[in-house]
């Protein structure tokens, strides 16, 4: 088994080297992404003994943690765990994370902050912890405790069906996009600590992140629902401009006039017509996201052949078998 882990570092010298000492005790290799920092992350990441892969620029976790998946992969991972730079999570925890996979029982493992009787999480983090995790629940019809932590561990097969967009953030889309693809998933209770006078490197501003991470999972919705999204959106306006476009026409049947509502009439014809093009919209849709089904299904393939072409001395054949039995 070979067990990597990748730490997405934004300006971290100080506490790098200390993370992937903790680490390393438990992988394989540590895979350090260091994205564009203005500070020495990369030299101290290397000098304790990581690989470490450097974006020109800061590019944002969810960019750098898809540059780790990469390099993992083309390093012959059979699980990848993911843990944050800043040494807040405990890096013993590592093997509770990877049991349900090493066990086949998971094909990803999240860390969960509030299963344990953690130090209090600042109230506004808390607050969007709580709310996220709520929205994701409702988006996948699940019941986890905890969307946003970013110690997590993922199975071979499900890093190479992986697609990730969001480049700010990958938590709640990691979610969405792996319950979309029937991946059998798992919280894990982890301990992490809080430093009041660390200043966060994602959540820079609540608000902003909010908007970001709520755009992404919008986005990644309507990638992977559209007829659904599309449909219900179009239904209920169609129906709405049926619904009064009806009751004008009982009102004229029975009355012979729909004064005062004239303008009613207007706007029945509008949610008439939109809705009726939503509709359309959402077949068009659903048309991409067959063709998007297709396409990941290549890339999945084409993921696995070039990884096998670069001699990344990793024996695939279990990986299809597996798949094939599955069908
Ligand atoms: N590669 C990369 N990593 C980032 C970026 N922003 C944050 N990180 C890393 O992502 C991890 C989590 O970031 P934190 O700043 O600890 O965010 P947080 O855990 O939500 O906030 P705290 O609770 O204050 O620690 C850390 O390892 C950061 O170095 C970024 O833009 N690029
Ligand atoms: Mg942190």
Not at 272 to 290: H, K, P, Q, S
């Amino acid at each position: 088994m070979n067990i990597i882990a990748l730490i997405p570092a934004y300006n971290e010298e100080k506490t790098i080297e200390r993370a992937v000492n903790d680490v390393k005790a438990h992988v394989d290799t540590v895979v350090v992404i260091d994205d564009g920092s203005h500070d020495q992350t990369g030299q101290y990441a290397e000098k304790a003994g990581a690989v470490v892969v450097s974006h020109p620029e800061n590019r944002g976790v969810g960019a750098a943690v898809k540059t780790g998946m990469e390099r993992g992969l083309e390093l012959g991972a059979d699980i990848l765990v993911s843990i944050d730079a800043d040494g807040q999570f405990d890096a013993d925890d590592i093997p509770r994370l990877l049991a349900p996979i090493l066990c086949d029982e998971a094909d990803f493992v999240t860390g969960s902050r509030f299963l344990l009787e953690n130090p209090a999480m600042p109230r506004v983090k808390r607050m969007g912890n709580t709310l996220f995790t709520w929205l994701v629940n409702v988006l996948t019809h699940s019941s986890f405790t905890d969307t946003q932590c970013g110690f997590r561990a993922l199975s071979r097969e499900a890093a190479l069906r992986i697609t990730l967009f969001g480049d700010f953030t990958y938590t709640q889309e990691t979610f969405l996009d792996l319950v979309s693809k029937k991946m059998r998933m798992k919280e894990i209770p982890v301990r992490v600590a809080y430093d009041e006078a660390r200043k966060s490197r994602v959540v820079k501003n609540p608000l902003a992140y909010g908007v970001s991470a709520l755009l992404i999972i919008v986005r990644t919705m309507i990638d992977l629902y559209p007829f659904k999204i599309f449909g219900m959106l179009g239904s209920a306006i169609f129906i709405s401009g049926a619904v009064s476009g009806s009751i004008l026409f009982i009102r004229w049947v029975l009355t012979s006039q729909v004064s005062p509502y004239r303008s009613l009439v207007t706007l029945s014809g509008v949610l008439l017509i939109v809705g009726f093009l939503c509709i359309i919209l959402a077949l068009i849709a659903d048309m991409l996201g067959r063709q998007r089904k297709i396409q990941e299904e290549i890339l999945y393939y084409a993921r696995v052949e070039a990884l096998e072409r670069k001699h990344c001395n990793h024996d695939n054949t279990e990986l299809f078998e597996k798949r094939e039995s599955k069908r």
